[in-house]
């Protein structure tokens, strides 16, 4: 057997990215919320943060960091199938990008985070998943977070899916 572990978030990632990753942990945590990152999702695509609250539902978390990473994303819609919310997080300074059409200011939520915080600028609009698709999507959840637990314990561990 093949041992495969999760990789450590954001290793690919700027340095800024576990930054803003960190103070939105933090916010999240204050509205009893509680993420992973780097999640894999069932269409192929990885979300960079997904949390859940104590009702399981599930918010989505993309984050970017700089102007051209931003502009040039256009996965992040496939992101909206598997979650409850929505949001951009974003690093100071890079928000205001995120009020064009094309990014759902309507719909997407807005998190201002670097390593100490985050503010949430703007709510995201309520996207309700089907009673199937959350209870698969919570199963995955917390198999996921339970497996990375175990790999602390004992890196051996494969991580599967």
């Known amino acids: 057997m093949d041992i495969v572990l999760d990789s450590p978030c954001f290793a690919d990632a700027p340095p800024i990215a576990a930054e803003v990753a960190r103070g939105v942990t933090r916010l999240f945590c204050r509205q009893d919320l509680f993420a992973i990152c780097e999640v894999p999702l069932p269409n192929g695509r990885r979300a960079d943060m997904m949390a859940i609250d104590a009702k399981g539902c599930l918010t989505i978390v993309e984050i970017k960091v700089a102007k051209a990473d931003l502009v040039g994303d256009c996965k992040w819609l496939d ?8 949001f951009w997080a974003v690093p100071p300074g890079l928000s205001h990008f995120l009020e064009e059409e094309r990014f759902l200011p309507s719909e997407a939520g807005l998190i201002v985070a670097d390593r100490y915080d985050a503010a949430m600028v ?3 609009s309520p996207r309700p998943l089907s009673p199937a698709r959350r209870k698969a999507e919570v199963l995955r959840f917390a198999r996921r977070a339970a497996r990375r637990l175990s790999q602390q314990i004992d890196p051996t561990l494969g991580a599967g899916n």
């Open 122 to 124: 703007r709510a995201a």
């Open 79 to 86: 992101y909206l199938d598997y979650c409850d919310h929505f």
